[in-house]
């Protein structure tokens, strides 16, 4: 019998995991592999997004207890593993010029820090594959690029034994990926699909901000419709941060499997060969692991 494969995901808050790589994560686990997202702040900052739970103070009271609820009903939705990485939200700041970054934040943290408790959940879990965000963050947000930077040190740091001595043992991981959410491709296949059926895409003004950003280098395209129902449950249970009613659920399921049946990745180092596209996180693994 071979080896069970280890994918983990770094995301920076709560409710990112269901955005972001869900139905693949959903899949893995249904294959029978383990999959651990670590998530690296609480949320504690984040805003109500759902316009029906906006006006509820008691939320707006205990933030950080409804994330974490929500976040446990998400991971049981996926079926994966789960682990705090225990750093505070560091907030969207807002305004021109924006103000500063709040005191203990997860971005003001020393880098060195953060990195070695990255190191300890790697060294603990083993992966084969990582995945997280590029150099961006995905967007600008300063826990996103923060999550962005410990993620490919401890890529590197927790293969070298003389690096954080005590978070454990070293341990290689074998590939990094970037996550590649919403590719101006994807947009415009969707949308086109709909105004082909007499719907009106909600993903205009998304188009027209993705046209004019530089894409990304897409390496790796996982098929994996069959768990877009998964995704949708895990992004739900995400109450206070998805509008039920919003822009992302007006896309019909049928219409997505149709023509976008795949979330897509970047690989950004791998230590074991590889042939490019790759349809499989763990492509090239598969047979060194069994």
């Not at 976040?71 to 939200?89: P, R, T, Y």
């Not at 206070?240 to 180092?269: C, K, M, N, S, Y």
Request: proline letters at 8%; a negative charge; glycine letters at 6%.
């Amino acid at each position: 019998m071979s080896e069970q494969l280890r994918l983990m995901a770094v995301h920076a808050h709560p409710d990112d995991e269901s955005s972001k790589g869900a139905a693949t994560m959903a899949k893995y686990v249904a294959e029978g592999h383990r999959v651990r997202v670590v998530t690296c702040t609480g949320g504690e900052r984040g805003s109500i997004l759902n316009p029906k739970l906006a006006h509820e103070t008691a939320i707006l009271d205990d933030m950080a207890s409804y994330r974490r609820r929500e976040m446990a009903a998400a991971a049981e939705a996926l079926g994966i593993e789960h682990v705090w990485l225990g750093f505070v939200d560091s907030g969207l700041p807002e305004g021109d010029p924006p103000p500063p970054l709040p005191e203990g934040c997860f971005a003001l943290v020393p880098l060195e820090e953060a990195v070695e408790a990255l190191v300890r959940e790697v060294r603990s879990f083993r992966p084969h594959v990582m995945t997280t965000y590029n150099e961006n963050g995905g967007y600008p947000h300063p826990d996103h690029i923060r999550c962005h930077e410990i993620s490919v040190a401890a890529y590197h740091a927790a293969a070298d034994p003389e690096q954080f001595p005590d978070a454990g043992p070293a341990w290689e991981v074998s590939k990094l990926y970037y996550g590649v959410g919403f590719p101006v491709d994807r947009i415009r296949a969707i949308s086109a699909a709909m105004e082909e059926r007499g719907l009106v895409s909600p993903f205009e003004e998304w188009l027209e901000r993705a046209s004019r950003r530089p894409q990304r280098t897409v390496t790796t395209r996982i098929r994996c419709e069959q768990y877009f129902e998964r995704r949708d449950e895990a992004l739900r249970a995400h109450a206070t941060q998805i509008d039920p009613d919003g822009f992302f659920f007006e896309v019909p399921r049928d219409i997505e499997r149709e023509v976008w049946p795949w979330e897509q990745f970047e690989l950004a180092h791998s230590r074991v060969p590889v042939e490019l596209p790759e349809d499989d996180l763990f492509a090239g693994l598969r047979r060194l692991v069994a």
